[in-house]
């Protein structure tokens, strides 16, 4: 059984660094063409993708957001950490982390609410 | 701005049939697999449709997806009240380097 389960703060400060943790079971990361990936969701508007790192190490960051984001893999915890530098009330949203195969998000976690606010 | 367009909102009343476009470019649905995803409230998003007009396993075969040029489509048939859910197309973006969400279509069963 494949599941995922992102862990982070409820409530940042503006100009912080928010740190998100994607925990995940039922899969092996070291399978060709597997991904971990990161989507948010502010509220009452759309997913955005936000970043992917494979089981190579190869990662891919959305450009819109590229230099404040960091995505790095700890196997032999089977985690996928987020982080997110100089946080703003725009980033206040649902964040997801998703198993990536076959080009499509195809397992997601519950996610995890973040407020960004003073 | 999503780089996919949606239509924001689509209703129907129970047993119906409905539609719910997806437009993009050449650089991404053009040139790549559309996916399509459904988010009930409360819920985390769930994969619907895959390389354009695949099915996931446990998938009712009310649910159905195209694809032509930039341009893909949702179908959903014999509408249910439990089909009141945002959905969202996805695709691969080249110029990108990464995947991109449509707006998403917030559909109503009347």
């Known amino acids: 059984q494949i599941t995922l389960k992102e862990s982070g703060p409820p409530l940042v400060k503006p100009t912080q660094t928010l740190t998100l943790t994607c925990t995940f079971s039922?899969?092996?990361?070291?399978?060709?063409?597997?991904?971990v990936g990161w989507i948010r969701q502010p509220p009452g508007k759309a997913l955005e993708w936000l970043a992917l790192?494979?089981?190579?190490?190869?990662?891919r960051y959305s450009p819109s957001l590229k230099t404040r984001l960091t995505i790095t893999q700890d196997p032999s915890k089977n985690q996928v950490v987020l982080t997110l530098t100089n946080v703003d009330p725009v980033d206040t949203a649902t964040y997801y982390c998703?198993?990536?195969?076959?080009?499509?998000?195809?397992?997601w976690g519950q996610g995890t609410v973040v407020a960004v606010s003073s | 701005q999503s780089v996919l367009t949606q239509p924001p909102s689509a209703s129907g009343t129970p047993g119906q049939r409905v539609t719910i476009s997806c437009s993009g470019s050449?650089?991404?649905?053009?040139?790549?697999?559309v996916y399509w995803y459904q988010h009930l409230p409360g819920t985390s998003p769930k994969l619907l449709i895959y390389?354009?007009?695949q099915r996931p396993s446990g998938v009712p075969d009310r649910f159905s997806g195209s694809k032509s040029g930039t341009s893909a489509s949702l179908a959903i048939s014999g509408l249910r009240s439990g089909d009141e859910a945002e959905y969202y197309c996805?695709?691969?973006?080249?110029?990108?380097?990464?995947?991109?969400f449509g707006g998403g279509t917030k559909l109503t069963v009347l």
């Open positions: 998703a198993l990536w195969r076959y080009d499509a998000f195809d397992f």
């Open positions: 039922g899969f092996s990361f070291s399978t060709t063409g597997v991904a």
């Open positions: 790192i494979y089981w190579n190490d190869d990662k």
């Open positions: 050449s650089s991404n649905i053009g040139n790549n697999y």
């Open positions: 390389r354009n007009d």
């Open positions: 996805a695709t691969w973006d080249g110029s990108l380097s990464g995947p991109v």
